[in-house]
Each structure stands twice: as structure tokens, then as C-alpha cells.
């Protein structure tokens, strides 16, 4: 996605602070992730966390919906 | 002995493929948050009618504008090269082939859809473009395409990205693009994320926020948006490469191709290589197709978290900050092109129908390949594109433990003259490969047992 090197930090706070979706793909080859997500997070934020997104299509229609409450009135 | 073999510019394809058209299970209509279809005005505000008509087109081919194929000729048709040199390295029987899309101006095969979007938002009256970048390939190509049309190019690169990778930011304004890090202060979803977190490193997720604002609120109306991958309209105008391998291979004089590789993040220029060739083999054709993903971010193949086919980009509510732990700093890893957080939902299906054979291959073996491929045939790929040189290789070395001659295809994505701190790691022995094992595999699944899973449809043909 970047091209280069990215620590755990980026990773961890990726989203708005709380970690990316991909955190365990990207990382469970290097740490016991799983663990470190156990430990600092709910079972009700892990959930959060990993919830599916919406698709692509549905994304765009989110944004422009939120986008256009920034057009004057 | 022909090393490779050219297209003239009147043999260039004149149209498109759509696998939409051929796929034995449809995709279903795109939905939008409340479950209801997207009808093509609510996409309006982003894209030109155009590209929404062949996002959702069920035709099969779709012809290519003389404007565009003009613009296209200027590094069009691409190469197609036989390894002989990677082949006798090998010491293999079979015969490797590869597409060279590295030699497009902006060095990948971006540029295909990027020229396509850049021309159907000029025809619509279309006076700028706004878009997301993360490594800056894709803000690159878009950047290249806007210069050569006349439009306007905003690219908003994410933060971490536009601070390490000055020489892709240098790129885009030599053709003219204003490139910001994201998240700025020239949107409001960019102002509302700096008053939170000054210290950001940005994410994509933001800066399409941010690309988005700024086609929407923009009062001319005069700007839309432009995405490099994933949606259908981008991998159909990546079909050219394909289509174009198939009348080079048959120059070749090769009547059928075995093997069709392409590494796969997002998916367009794996499906630029592979959707002709799936089209065959859903009317018969005895073709092994293969999206090569790295083990380290896998989606596709064993990855314990396959609930996951969908896009980073989606914001979820925010939840209370835990410092604990916040000391934890193991060794950065390298987030390559293929790290990325969504898959083309015609790729998806394609893999779900049983129509395509991904396969993961482990950092150090990409690299090692695309050293071997660098010594040989003298191209420093991507690190992308080492994944389809590897699975290359090991597929060679297959056929010649079973003394197979066969006929092998590739896509050469792009070069990797702007990525090669992937290579300084590699060659300082800095890459380290993790192999999962069967108890951490069964311990991860159990942690995502309650999450929710993808509905997946197939006919069982394949």
C-alpha cells in the first residue's frame, strides 16, 4: 500500500487511533499480535475493529453524502 | 529467435473486455449504506455518467475512444518479452513470457485507466481531478494522464507516504498536479482530523475522504473523483495488456498459454493480464490462472481472517485510546503495494467460482526471484510485481521437475526505480519471513470465530 517501511504504531493507531482492520494479517508473522490485541482491547472494541467495512460503492455514497453537509446552504 | 515481440499501433485492441459479461455467477448490483441499490445518479457527484454506464455495463466488450487510444499509443502497445535468459538460469523447459507495462511514463501499468478516466471526465466537461495516492504509483499515473489532457490534478498522499517517498511527490509536479499530504487543511474531513491528531501519519482511508470532499464541494461543479483500482470500470480498461499478450503470444507463435500470473492487491493489473484469458476458460480452455499475494498480508489464500474482502477506507466510530502497551515497538515491517485492504469484487467472485488459483509467497523469495530477474533479464521490478516473479519461478522449477514445456505468461507491473528501499532491506538481510503455524493458524481463527463472514456464491463448475 506505502511502499516502505511502516512500525506497529502506524498500524495500531491507522484508524483514527485504533487499529487497522489488517492489523493481525500484516503482523502475525513478526509478533503474537493476537495477544497484544487481547490484552489492550475489549472483546466489544475488538468486534468494532474487525467488522467487516462496507463496500467500495457504499463507502463512496457514505462520504458523499457526508461530504455535500460541507456545501453552503 | 525473436526476444520480443511489438504490436503496430493499428494491431492495438480496439476494445475493452468486461468479465462482468461472462461470469457464470453475476456480481451482484453495487448497494449503498441502506442496502439499496446505487442508481447512477447517486454517483453523480463523483464520476462522470460514462464511467458509472461501464461500472455496471454487462456487455461484453466495450470499444476504446480514438481519443484515448491516441494517447495510449504514446508507449502503446507494450512489449512482450520471452525470459530466454531467466528460462536457461533456470535450466527449465518451460517457456516464460512476460508483459512489459514497466516502459508507460510513469513506470506501471496505471496509466491504462488513468488516461481512460482523465479523457471521459474531459469529454463530460470536467475541469479537475481529485484522487488519493498512498506509495504515489497511482497519483503518479493520474498526475501523468491530467498533464496530457489539461486538466487540473489534486492528489492527496497520505502523510507518512509524502514524507518518505519525496521522489513520487516530485513526480506528480513535474506533470503539473498539486500534491498534499493528507490529511490537510484544505478539507474539512482533513481540518477535522489534524485538531485531534496533529501528529497524524495520515491513512488512505482519509485521504479518500479528503479527495472525495473536494469533488463534492466543489460549487463549479467542475471536479470529480478518481479511484485506481478495485471498481470495474478501472480492471476493464486494464484488459488492454491482456488482450494485446494474446495477439503477441500468437506472433510467438504459441497457440495456447498455460500459466497466467499477475500479483494482486487491489486487483486491476493482475485482472489487465488475466480477465481475457478467464474469459477462455470459462468457454473450455485448460488455463491455470494465479493472483499472487504476499503470506505476510494475505487475503486470499490461507489467511485465517478471509472475512475481510472488503475496503480499509471506512471509518468505525471511534473508541477510547489505550496507552497501555503504547511502549511496544517491534521492528518496522515493509508495507509493499500488495498490502492493500481491498480486493476487486470481480476478482473476488472470480476466485470464489473456483476460476482463479491464488498463491502467497514469503518476502525473501520475492525479493531473491526479483534479483535473479534483475541479473538475467536486466528489469529491477516493483516489489509488487516480484510476487508474479517468483510464483513464475516456482511454477518453471515445477515444470522442470516434471520436464513440462510450458507456456508460462506474466505481467511486469511496473519497475521499482522508485521503491528500492525494499531492496536495501533485502540485500542488508533486514527481511525476516514468519512462517504461521498450524497452532497459531487455530489460535487465530478462534479469535475471529464470532466475527461476521462474507455470503459467497459459486456454481461448483470450477
Redesign the interface.
Given at each position: 500500500?506505502?511502499?516502505?517501511?511502516?512500525?506497529?504504531?502506524?498500524c495500531r493507531?491507522?484508524?483514527?487511533?485504533?487499529p487497522?482492520?489488517?492489523i493481525?494479517?500484516?503482523?502475525?508473522?513478526?509478533?503474537p499480535v493476537?495477544e497484544?490485541l487481547?490484552?489492550?482491547?475489549s472483546d466489544e472494541?475488538l468486534?468494532?475493529?474487525?467488522?467487516?467495512?462496507?463496500?467500495?460503492?457504499?463507502?463512496?455514497?457514505?462520504?458523499?453524502?457526508?461530504?455535500?453537509k460541507?456545501?453552503?446552504k | 529467435m525473436n526476444t520480443k515481440v511489438f504490436l503496430t499501433e493499428d494491431e492495438m485492441p480496439r476494445q475493452w473486455y468486461n468479465l462482468a459479461a461472462d461470469l457464470p455467477s453475476p456480481l451482484q448490483p453495487?448497494?449503498?449504506?441502506d442496502g439499496k441499490p446505487?442508481s447512477p445518479d447517486?454517483?453523480a457527484?463523483?464520476f462522470p455518467m460514462s464511467l458509472i454506464e461501464q461500472e455496471v455495463s454487462q456487455e461484453r466488450w466495450i470499444k476504446i475512444p480514438e481519443g484515448i487510444l491516441e494517447i495510449l499509443f504514446r508507449w502503446r502497445p507494450t512489449p512482450l518479452h520471452r525470459a530466454y535468459a531467466l528460462e536457461k538460469a533456470l535450466g527449465t523447459p518451460a517457456k516464460i513470457y512476460y508483459k512489459n507495462e514497466s516502459v508507460s511514463p510513469a513506470g506501471s501499468h496505471k496509466p491504462n485507466t488513468a488516461v481512460a478516466q482523465a479523457w471521459y471526465n474531459k469529454e463530460f466537461g470536467i475541469k479537475r481531478l481529485a484522487t488519493e495516492t498512498?506509495?504515489?504509483?497511482w497519483g503518479s499515473a493520474l498526475a501523468f494522464a491530467c498533464s496530457l489532457l489539461g486538466l487540473e490534478c489534486k492528489v492527496f498522499m497520505?502523510r507518512?507516504?509524502f514524507e518518505?517517498?519525496p521522489y513520487r511527490k516530485i513526480m506528480m509536479q513535474t506533470w503539473g498536479a498539486q500534491c498534499v499530504a493528507s490529511p490537510s487543511t484544505e478539507t474539512?474531513?482533513g481540518r477535522e482530523?489534524l485538531k485531534?491528531?496533529p501528529d497524524?501519519?495520515g491513512?488512505?482511508?482519509i485521504a479518500?475522504?479528503e479527495a472525495?470532499?473536494a469533488?463534492?464541494?466543489d460549487?463549479t461543479g467542475k471536479t470529480r473523483y478518481s479511484?485506481g483500482s478495485?471498481?470495474n470500470h478501472v480492471l476493464l480498461h486494464q484488459t488492454i495488456i491482456g488482450l494485446e499478450a494474446k495477439k503477441q503470444l500468437e506472433k510467438f507463435g504459441e497457440k495456447k498459454v498455460d500459466i497466467v500470473i499477475g500479483c494482486a492487491?487491489g486487483g486491476s493489473n493482475f485482472a489487465g493480464i488475466s480477465f481475457p484469458f478467464v474469459n477462455d476458460k470459462i468457454h473450455g480452455a485448460k488455463i491455470e490462472i494465479i493472483p499472487v499475494e504476499p503470506?505476510?498480508?494475505?487475503?486470499m489464500t490461507k489467511?485465517?481472517?478471509v472475512?475481510?474482502?472488503?475496503?480499509?477506507?471506512?471509518?468505525?466510530?471511534?473508541?477510547?485510546?489505550?496507552s497501555?502497551?503504547?511502549s511496544?515497538?517491534?521492528?518496522?515491517?515493509?508495507?509493499?503495494?500488495l498490502?492493500?485492504?481491498?480486493m476487486a469484487?470481480l476478482v473476488s467472485q472470480a476466485i470464489v467460482e473456483g476460476l482463479l488459483t491464488p498463491m502467497a509467497i514469503p518476502q525473501n523469495e520475492c525479493f531473491k526471484a526479483a534479483l535473479l530477474f534483475a541479473k538475467t533479464e536486466g528489469i529491477i521490478v516493483a516489489?509488487e510485481t516480484s510476487h508474479a516473479v517468483a510464483a513464475t519461478m516456482r511454477k518453471a522449477n515445477q515444470a522442470k521437475e516434471e520436464g513440462k514445456e510450458k507456456v508460462i505468461l506474466f505481467n511486469l507491473s511496473g519497475h521499482g526505480l522508485?521503491?528500492l528501499?525494499?531492496y536495501d532491506?533485502y540485500l542488508q538481510g533486514k527481511l525476516?519471513?514468519?512462517?504461521?503455524s498450524g497452532e497459531?493458524l487455530e489460535?487465530?481463527l478462534k479469535?475471529?470465530k464470532?466475527?461476521?463472514k462474507?455470503v459467497a456464491a459459486k456454481t461448483g463448475k470450477w
Open positions: 500500500m506505502l511502499g516502505h517501511q511502516v512500525s506497529f504504531k502506524y493507531l491507522y484508524n483514527m487511533e485504533i487497522c482492520r489488517k493481525l494479517d500484516c503482523w502475525h508473522e513478526t509478533i493476537g497484544f487481547h490484552e489492550f482491547y472494541e468486534k468494532a475493529i474487525f467488522n467487516p467495512p462496507p463496500d467500495r460503492y457504499s463507502m463512496l455514497m457514505d462520504l458523499i453524502e457526508k461530504s455535500k460541507f456545501l453552503p | 453495487p448497494l449503498g449504506p446505487v447517486m454517483l457527484p463523483v498512498g506509495a504515489g504509483q497520505v507518512i507516504s518518505q517517498k474539512n474531513a482530523v485531534k491528531y497524524t501519519p491513512s488512505l482511508g479518500i475522504s472525495v470532499e469533488a463534492v464541494t460549487q479511484l478495485v471498481l492487491g503470506t505476510s498480508c494475505p487475503t489467511a485465517p481472517f472475512y475481510d474482502h472488503g475496503d480499509i477506507a471506512k471509518m468505525t466510530p471511534l473508541l477510547p485510546m489505550h497501555l502497551g503504547h511496544f515497538v517491534p521492528e518496522p515491517i515493509h508495507a509493499g503495494g498490502r492493500y485492504h481491498g469484487p516489489p522508485m521503491d528501499n525494499g532491506s525476516v519471513d514468519h512462517e504461521l497459531d489460535k487465530s479469535e475471529i464470532d466475527h461476521p462474507p
